[in-house]
Structure formats: C-alpha cells, structure tokens
C-alpha cells in the first residue's frame, strides 16, 4: 500500500476514532468512516480495495427494488451502506447480509451498518450457510484477478479469476447479481471507450462452466471513478446477472476437439514424407521395428528427421 500523506494519515486516526466510539454514529460520521479509514497494508495482495462513493451509488442503482440483499466480500460495508441509504429510502434492502472474511473490516463495517447482520466468514463458504433462503440481489466489488484462494473453488467455475469464484457462489443464495469487475472479465467494454463486444478465453471458460451469462448494467462509465480510488486506478465494468434464467438452462458443455483425420501414406506426397516418417515407413516398405525380433527398420525418424 502507497505510504499515507499527513493529512490522509490524520483523516484515517479521526475514522478510527470514531468507529472505536462506545455508542451509534451518526449518519454523517458513518460517511467519515467509509470515506476516511484506510485499508490495510496487505490489501494489494488480497486484491481488496475499497467503493468509491460515487461508484458505489451507480452500482446499487441496478438493485432497486430488491428486499433482501447480500454484499459477498463486503471489506467495510461501503456497498451495504449505500444500499441501506439509497434502496431502503424505497422501501427496498429492508434485510442486509454481509460476508467479509477480514475480521479488522467486519470490526468497522458493524459500526458504519449494524442495521445488517455481519458474517466474518469466507465467501467460499457461503453456499453452505444457513442465511434464511435465497436472496434477491447479491453485490460485490470483489477481489480481482488471481488471488490466493488457498486451494478453494466455486461450485461450478475452476479458473484463475477470483471474481468469477465469487459471482458463481453468488448464483447459489441469489436470485439476481451487480458485480463490479475487472473491465477485461467482461463480455464488453463501456467505460473510457464506445461500447463493444469483447469476449475473450477466460470469459467464455466461466460462461461454459456455470451457464451464466454477464450483462451490462446501467450503461455507467466507470472510468469517471478512476482517481477516486486509493493506491490504485482499475478499469472495471458493472455487470448484472439473472441466476434465476440461469438456472434454466445447463452450462454448455466444452466443445471435444476433433479427431485428426487417418492419412494414407502410400499416396503422400514426397513433400510430406518427414511427417510421419516411422508409419511411412512401415506403409511404404513394411519394415518397421519389429518387437518380437528387436530388428530396427530401415531409418529411424527421430534421428534423421
């Protein structure tokens, strides 16, 4: 992590003061909190860095509406707040679940929202949760690329990309997902840039494992968001998922690669001879090595070719 300036270092004592506090805080210094207390030092290797604000309201947008939500990796509650904020003032997120494995995070995250109930626990863990049934939306802004997940993996998805672990738990204890990714995780490009189509290998890999298909959002260009982020400036994307659709159709199955087709040497162009030389061999004069003798034919291909 970037060495803190004097007047960030000073911000961040004020946060931790006030989260250390024997009583409730008051909306405005929940704010001061998630917008002043700083990540820990290991929080480059975990991959976790923390909403910024703005962003954070432009993802819960895709959320409206929903009753029960869940915030997977939730760090110190920045998604959750917001959508205790902005949804509830709907009459919607009237039942918050946080899962966060940091229990330094979980420590701060109960005092910017203890309306929710907080789970210091893996994200891998979760489908074996008892959480009271299926939620309406899950968010995250989850750990990105190839973190450490000890050894772990989502019950369908096998690859590097830890935020594709997370999106495929998410589709066991949700009936929607928001996700914000990496802008190169997915099926298109919207921010800093005109949209297109981009799908590439390890998409395709998540999308044939787990059957869900990522969307876009609400058409946000996250890239407006690129300095408010600390000691780091990713491209992401928001994304959507319906698991329920999902969940009506099977995970398309990977494509078996074709059998080479059989050659017939005896009409092989000389040009070609070098490619198969031991079964041209045995085609052309019939003299192979023959096992039971231990004769050797008349040339061996790995040393003249």
Not at 51 to 69: H, I, Q, S, Y
Not at 170 to 179: D, P, T
Not at 234 to 242: L, N
Request: proline share 6%.
């Amino acid at each position: 992590m970037a060495k803190m300036t004097t007047e960030t270092a000073i911000q961040h004592r004020k946060a931790a003061a006030l989260a250390g506090l024997d009583r409730d805080l008051t909306p405005d210094e929940r704010e001061f909190v998630l917008d002043h207390w700083m990540e820990e030092g290991t929080a480059r290797l975990d991959g976790a860095f923390f909403t910024p604000g703005g962003l954070a309201a432009d993802l819960t947008l895709n959320a409206f509406g929903k009753a029960r939500v869940i915030d997977l990796c939730a760090g110190i509650g920045r998604l959750a707040w917001t959508a205790h904020q902005y949804l509830g003032a709907h009459g919607a997120a009237r039942e918050i679940v946080c899962v966060e494995k940091n229990p330094e995070y979980v420590r701060i995250g109960r005092k910017v929202l203890p309306e929710a109930t907080w789970i210091c626990g893996d994200v891998f863990d979760v489908p074996t949760m008892d959480l009271g049934g299926q939620f309406d939306v899950a968010l995250a802004n989850p750990p990105f690329g190839r973190v450490s997940r000890n050894g772990r993996t989502a019950p369908r998805y096998s690859g590097p990309q830890f935020e594709y672990h997370v999106i495929d738990i998410a589709a066991e204890v949700a009936r929607q997902g928001v996700f914000l990714i990496p802008q190169e995780s997915a099926p298109f490009r919207n921010s800093g840039c005109a949209f297109t189509e981009q799908r590439t290998a390890q998409y395709e890999r998540f999308e044939r494992q787990t059957g869900v298909t990522l969307e876009q959002g609400c058409s946000v260009d996250t890239s407006q968001y690129v300095d408010e982020w600390r000691d780091a400036a990713p491209r992401t994307e928001i994304v959507t998922a319906d698991f329920e659709e999902a969940r009506t159709r099977p995970a398309k199955a990977a494509t078996a690669p074709t059998a080479p087709k059989s050659r017939n040497w005896l009409a092989m162009p000389a040009t070609e001879f070098a490619v198969k030389p031991k079964a041209a061999q045995a085609a052309l004069f019939g003299m192979g090595d023959d096992k039971a003798t231990g004769t050797i034919g008349l040339f061996d291909g790995e040393a003249l070719f």
